[in-house]
């Protein structure tokens, strides 16, 4: 499963800053043209989770994430021969669609493996083991992103996506072979408890809305901090790199770590102190920009370890959150409903960040920390009306959401 995990992000990180240029060039075709068409890839795709959520609640999650390995593998290999904007929109709904459905399912299957471990916060340990794997793959990728977009070779460029098509291909097997089936929910969903249940349980509601600010924070890093850097502080470009590379290196080193400093607190504990740590991440960021030149770069260095340890504190704890607050015979309902948190924030990101920088260079990150801050007392106002699981880790299997 980790290892899966761990070649999920390889090819992610590897492909994302790459697939604008070698489209470009692979079909002759404009960037703004190639934008459009996976912004149309993803909205196609985007409605998936909420169908992968009623297939993971009645015949499990292993099949969805096998599926899903096997739908991005054909995907990347059909990158390797798109030729104009019809193959290019086909080939990116299908890894699209591959993507939505790993990422709704999966969260899913693991804790469906950890359901039977003692230990009340083993999610926690599982999620924190799974957020170092991530990190480690992504970086790596984005190294071999890099090189290759050094070399600037479309043939090279196609060399890589095959190893991204092969690499999902061994991933598919082994789900197939290697991941034990986690099987359908426990007990059934009862009549009329689908989404319904869902759409009624309004502590879940607001704790995706929260996480979505989170999200927001998260995306900032890739999607805001190189451009920031480009257009208020050229002179500090070169760090861009060995900063991203520092953020990967810590999280994927002390990630465990973390999770076992945490694992006595309630779980809104250190969701509230990730929410701090982006808020000084954002004005740490923007105090570059206003003292003096040499120590804008430690400046920058402050900020990228502040996100780094909120992104750790944050990215298991919430998961495991969501995946204690649910029911346990909807529950591909719910953790699929709690992806579109960072679906979301995703789309919202690029746009969002453009828009405030087009105002005013400190005006991102004035706003993004106001919003850290300011989901804290809202966490805490939300917290106590889930489940005590969700808080604790300490499980009821029978627990249903009324």
């Given amino acids: 499963m980790f290892a899966v995990l761990t070649i999920d992000s390889l090819t992610a990180g590897s492909f994302t800053p790459l697939s604008l240029l070698y489209l470009t060039e ?11 068409l996976l912004t149309i890839a993803n909205l196609i795709a985007l409605p998936l989770p909420l169908w992968v959520g009623r297939i993971v609640d009645r015949w499990g999650a292993k099949p969805v994430v096998l599926v899903a390995q096997v739908l991005q593998a054909v995907g990347f290999f059909g990158y390797m021969f798109v030729s104009g904007p019809t193959s290019v929109l086909a080939v990116a709904t299908m890894e699209a669609l591959g993507r939505l459905a790993f990422w709704a399912a999966i969260y899913a299957l693991i804790s469906s493996l950890t359901d039977g471990d003692a230990d009340p916060r083993a999610r926690d340990r599982w999620f924190g083991i799974s957020g170092a794997l991530r990190a480690a793959g992504y970086g790596l990728g984005a190294a071999l992103a890099g090189f290759a977009l050094s070399v600037d070779s479309l043939a090279l460029y196609r060399w890589l996506i095959a190893i991204n098509a092969t690499l999902l291909t061994v991933a598919a097997i082994l789900v ?14 009862l009549e009329g408890r689908g989404y319904r249940v869902l759409l009624r349980d309004s502590p879940f509601l ?3 809305s929260l996480n979505t600010v989170y999200a927001l924070c998260n995306m900032l890093l890739s999607v805001g901090f190189p451009l920031f850097i480009a257009s208020a502080l050229p002179s500090l470009i070169w760090a861009v790199g060995p900063l991203l590379v520092m953020n990967t290196v810590v999280q994927a080193v002390l990630q465990p770590a973390v999770v076992r400093w945490t694992r006595s607190l309630p779980r809104q504990v250190p969701l509230g102190m990730a929410g701090v740590l982006w808020a000084c991440w954002g004005l740490a960021t923007l105090s570059a920009r206003h003292v003096p030149e040499a120590l804008a770069a430690p400046a920058c260095i402050v900020a990228v370890l502040c996100y780094s340890a909120a992104q750790m504190l944050h990215a298991p704890a919430s998961t495991a959150m969501a995946s204690d607050a649910a029911p346990i015979d909807v529950r591909g309902r719910y953790l699929a409903s709690f992806q579109y948190s960072f679906s979301i924030a995703g789309m919202i990101a690029p746009l969002m960040f453009t828009s405030l920088l087009a105002v005013g260079a400190d005006v991102p990150w004035v706003v993004i920390s106001a919003a850290a801050i300011g989901t804290i007392p809202l966490l805490m106002a939300v917290a106590p009306r889930l489940p005590a699981a969700a808080l604790t880790g300490n499980r009821n299997p029978t627990h249903r959401a009324p």
Avoid: C, E, R
Avoid at 26 to 36: D, L
């Fill in 26 to 36: 692979s079909t002759h075709t404009s960037v703004a043209h190639i934008g459009i």
């Fill in 176 to 189: 197939l072979a290697g991941v034990p089936g986690s099987g359908a929910s426990p007990s059934k969903p």
């Fill in 206 to 208: 607001a704790l995706i």
